[in-house]
């Protein structure tokens, strides 16, 4: 089992930064890939960012691309989340989710997800 808690949301003007931070406990987080997903009142929930299990690979979704960079700590198990450039359309609620090894956009592909954290942007 792996215990994942998202922090770091909050309210930022449009044009602003904040970093996502998830922790992780339980089985040692650092066998496992590790992605972030949102969702918006009344829309599924949509795939983010992913990191492999070394930190060696990434992946992103064309929205996020160029404005988000996933990061991870192993010795901390910590994944982090780093979103510059902030849209009134990346307000949602942030989740981390754990699962395997390799970076994925497919919400199957992962076992374990945080509470989310509230991430709201202004314009």
């Known amino acids: 089992q792996v215990q994942l808690v998202e922090s770091g949301g909050g309210l930022v003007q449009a044009g602003g930064s904040l970093r996502l931070s998830c922790a992780a406990s339980g089985r040692t987080s650092s066998v496992y890939g590790m992605g972030w997903f949102r969702q918006a009142p009344g829309k599924e929930r949509e795939f983010v960012a992913a990191i492999s299990r070394s930190g060696r690979s990434t992946y992103y979704a064309d929205s996020v691309k160029g404005r988000f960079t996933i990061s991870r700590d192993n010795a901390k198990n910590t994944v982090y989340l780093q979103m510059n450039s902030l849209k009134p359309e990346d307000t949602a609620v942030y989740y981390c989710?754990?699962?395997?090894?390799?970076?994925?956009?497919?919400?199957?592909?992962?076992?374990?997800w945080g509470q989310g954290t509230q991430v709201t942007v202004s314009s």
């Open positions: 989710a754990a699962g395997v090894s390799w970076p994925s956009y497919n919400k199957r592909d992962y076992d374990y």
